[in-house]
């Protein structure tokens, strides 16, 4: 069964980077034609689709986010990063990592991902 598992710290201070990695297991993430995302859900808002690495390696980024945002790869460790940098309060969110098939439309739901983390709570707060 395929897992996919966020890590990284729980808080980070404002104005940092923060890094988040999320380690596949059961599939490669070069395995053709799938698209590796970062989503995260701020408390009482929407999800929002932070950006995706595909299986060649091209990353895709949300306009609202792209110059804060990089996402990369270590295909011998099987995982996928994202950096955030210049954190704020409002950056604070549950962050998740997902499979789909195809590139996602930004407003879509958790449920049409075809597998997710289990979401890791990030907090951003001096």
């Known amino acids: 069964q395929m897992l996919l598992q966020e890590s990284g710290p729980g808080l980070v201070k404002p104005s940092q980077t923060l890094v988040l990695t999320c380690t596949v297991s059961?599939?490669?993430?070069?395995?053709?034609?799938?698209?590796w995302s970062w989503i995260r859900q701020p408390p009482g808002k929407g999800l929002e689709w932070m950006g995706a690495?595909?299986?060649?390696?091209?990353?895709y980024y949300s306009p609202s986010l792209k110059s804060r945002t990089s996402i990369s790869r270590d295909t011998s460790e099987n995982r996928f990063t994202l950096q955030l940098s210049s954190v704020t309060p409002e950056d604070t969110a549950v962050y998740y990592c997902?499979?789909?098939?195809?590139?996602?439309?930004?407003?879509?739901?958790?449920?049409?991902?075809?597998?997710r983390g289990q979401g890791t709570q990030v907090t951003v707060s001096s």
């Open positions: 997902a499979r789909s098939p195809s590139l996602p439309n930004e407003d879509w739901a958790l449920n049409e991902y075809e597998v």
């Open positions: 059961d599939i490669s993430i070069a395995t053709e034609y799938y698209f």
């Open positions: 690495i595909d299986y060649s390696g091209k990353t």
